[in-house]
């Protein structure tokens, strides 16, 4: 087969692929290409879902699907729909054949799942468009002629914008309210298909997707104990490149790196007498039993894409996100219209992200930026740039170490959210609130080092963390502002931000200090168990009223100045905008390297890079070198004044 192969509007499937003669869809290319071959794609629109029979068979040995350079190229899960009719109560109707669907219906088929909160209705996996965006499903016919408001919608104005579906047995009907819109006049579309890119088969390794726009497919809730689908994935395989795409208007999920389904699927949803945490930990070990390892799994790069416009998730995947990096991709309006709730929702969600580092990426307006959750070990959070979320930029839940979270700048209101232990923080800039809690009735997996074969089992008493180098700022909210943050987050699934955590607050006092016989007069088991572990915390910097940790060395307090922050995009750069005073000069500090990081007490694993050797933080979020004794927080030389920094993170 040629290992050039073109697909073009303009071409055949009978054809032989060649620049000349094309196909005319990518899926044709997908089942003969073989290891070595370059699809390339030309403009236009496709409506297909491609499905890749073959991967490729080493680094060096890809398949590679790519678009021309220059033009654009969209792969749709929808359909256009055009025979729309006005009824007499102002809605519009079109009856569309059930054979569009072919063997896959999705406004049959139901969102569902362990974690998935339906809120007491229906929500399909179905769609409407117009224009390109998405409208609300409503509960009724009646709800859809009222263009009732969707209160916790980011956008409730938009929300009166609804459709309601009737399936029949050859046909299904749709009744839209289009409020002032003619959609005889405009695009409508409806999701047909659940994928965009997606193998049937596991085990497609080695395939590169680049330059892509990729849009509204009917994906499923994405939990950790069930299948986990996305618009485009690699379906349990090894070493996918997903690169320089746009990627919207998944029902669900744009890019999942999960599970397969033969680990589990939803069993304590269909089941019901084994609780969820329990037929997780089942997963992980099933999934060492087929071959979860280095060998056969993860190794995918995802890189400088635009995902948004998603209501789970950006990037999502319990275990085969393994030895990965996530880098350079704009995440943003992620759970917008919040017609129901889940434990899944976030920017960034992983489950056992061993090894992998996530990186100069820039989250915002979402739910929540990044969860890690479970197993989180040898992970490096570093240099992303996280704000306006709702609930709160980073949450580490139920992980043992070692991981470390370095350079990120957080500014919303709830920076992150601690339920974990083993982590190192790093030259972060901190601007809200923080909240730590240990969980002492969860047990979780922890790993030999740089490998997924477990260690053990253990609950998470707390502390064991590290805190050298950042900036903590209390930024004052006004009552108002207090107000509005509550609300944003009172209708999700973790509740609100507690109201008995001050703005600003380094939430350590009381944790014993690096050192310490932290066991000490604790002789039974329950008590050792439910005991925190120490933290170390030295050299950070604490503006306008943040508290530093009672027992920390060296703290730099700054008590009543307020740093000014904002973040504005000009021209495809991201730019910080600082003022700050003279105390973020001239203080001393160490480099960070492996040697003051040690090791984690419940795993004894180092803080190392994932191939063993020595970590250094010597670059800052721009990836300038630091000096020998290097400012505090995440931009190395910054000096008093107002600054208007370019970061390293897409526009």
């Not at 009222?146 to 009737?166: A, I, V, Y």
């Not at 307006?365 to 930029?393: A, E, P, V």
């Not at 300038?624 to 920094?645: N, V, Y």
């Amino acid at each position: 087969m040629n290992k050039e192969i073109h697909v073009s509007k303009d071409g055949n499937d009978l054809n032989k692929g060649t620049e000349e003669f094309p196909f005319l869809t990518i899926n044709k290319a997908a089942q003969v290409a073989e290891a070595g071959a370059t699809i390339t794609v030309h403009e236009g629109t496709y409506r297909e879902r491609v499905d890749p029979k073959n991967g490729g068979t080493s680094e060096s040995n890809r398949i590679t699907y790519q678009s021309a350079p220059n033009e654009q190229v969209i792969i749709k899960g929808s359909e256009l729909i055009k025979n729309w009719v006005k009824t007499q109560d102002g809605l519009w109707k079109a009856t569309i054949p059930n054979s569009i669907f072919n063997n896959f219906h999705p406004y049959t088929e139901l969102i569902h799942g362990d974690w998935f909160q339906s809120e007491g209705r229906k929500h399909h996996r179905g769609e409407v468009y117009l224009d390109g965006k998405s409208l609300f499903e409503a509960k009724s016919l009646e709800e859809t002629r009222l263009g009732t408001l969707s209160s916790d919608s980011r956008d409730p104005n938009w929300s009166k914008h609804k459709w309601f579906s009737e399936v029949h047995e050859s046909e299904t009907t749709l009744y839209v309210n289009f409020q002032n819109y003619d959609p005889r006049e405009h695009c409508i579309e409806i999701n047909v298909r659940e994928f965009c890119f997606w193998p049937s088969k596991t085990g497609r390794n080695y395939i590169t997707v680049r330059g892509f726009t990729m849009r509204q497919a009917a994906t499923q809730w994405a939990p950790p104990t069930a299948e986990q689908i996305g618009m485009i994935g690699p379906n349990w395989s090894k070493g996918w490149i997903i690169e320089d795409n746009t990627l919207s208007d998944s029902k669900c999920t744009a890019i999942c790196l999960g599970k397969e389904k033969t680990t589990g699927h939803n069993e304590w949803t269909e089941l019901e007498f084994k609780h969820g945490t329990q037929r997780e930990r089942d997963v992980v070990l099933r999934a060492l039993k087929i071959g979860w390892n280095k060998d056969n799994i993860g190794s995918h790069i995802v890189r400088n894409n635009t995902i948004h416009d998603c209501e789970q998730t950006a990037i999502c995947g319990h275990l085969g996100a393994i030895f990965s990096t996530i880098e350079n991709n704009h995440i943003h309006n992620i759970y917008t219209k919040r017609l129901f709730k889940g434990a899944e929702v976030a920017g960034i969600k992983f489950h056992a992200p061993i090894d992998t580092l996530i990186c100069n990426n820039h989250i915002h307006n979402t739910f929540r930026g990044i969860w890690m959750d479970w197993q989180t070990q040898g992970t490096r959070i570093s240099s992303n740039l996280i704000y306006d979320n709702d609930c709160d930029d980073l949450f580490i839940e139920v992980n043992h170490g070692p991981y470390l979270i370095d350079n990120n700048i957080l500014l919303s209101d709830v920076n992150f959210r601690d339920m974990s232990q083993g982590g190192a923080y790093l030259h972060n800039l901190y601007y809200g609130k923080n909240v730590t809690t240990p969980v002492h009735i969860r047990f979780t997996p922890y790993h030999i080092p740089h490998q997924t074969e477990v260690m053990g089992f253990m609950t998470i008493q707390g502390g064991d963390n590290r805190f050298y180098n950042n900036i903590f700022i209390n930024p004052s909210p006004t009552t108002e502002q207090s107000e509005n943050s509550d609300k944003k987050v009172e209708g999700a699934f973790i509740g609100k931000v507690p109201d008995h955590i001050p703005s600003g607050t380094h939430i350590y006092n009381g944790y014993p200090t690096k050192g310490e016989k932290w066991f000490e007069g604790h002789k039974t088991a329950q008590e050792f168990n439910q005991h925190t572990f120490p933290i170390d915390s030295h050299t950070n910097l604490y503006y306008n009223g943040a508290k530093e940790y009672e027992k920390e060395q060296n703290p730099i307090i700054k008590e009543n100045y307020l740093p000014k922050i904002s973040v504005c995009t000009e021209d495809e750069t991201v730019y910080l905008q600082i003022t700050i005073d003279q105390t973020i000069e001239n203080t001393p500090a160490q480099l960070i390297t492996s040697q003051q990081l040690g090791f984690t007490i419940q795993t004894e694993s180092q803080f190392e890079n994932p191939d063993g050797s020595p970590l250094r933080i010597d670059k800052d979020a721009r990836k300038q070198s630091r000096k020998s004794s290097p400012t505090l927080g995440p931009i190395e030389a910054l000096s008093a004044g107002t600054h208007r920094i370019p970061l390293a993170v897409p526009a």
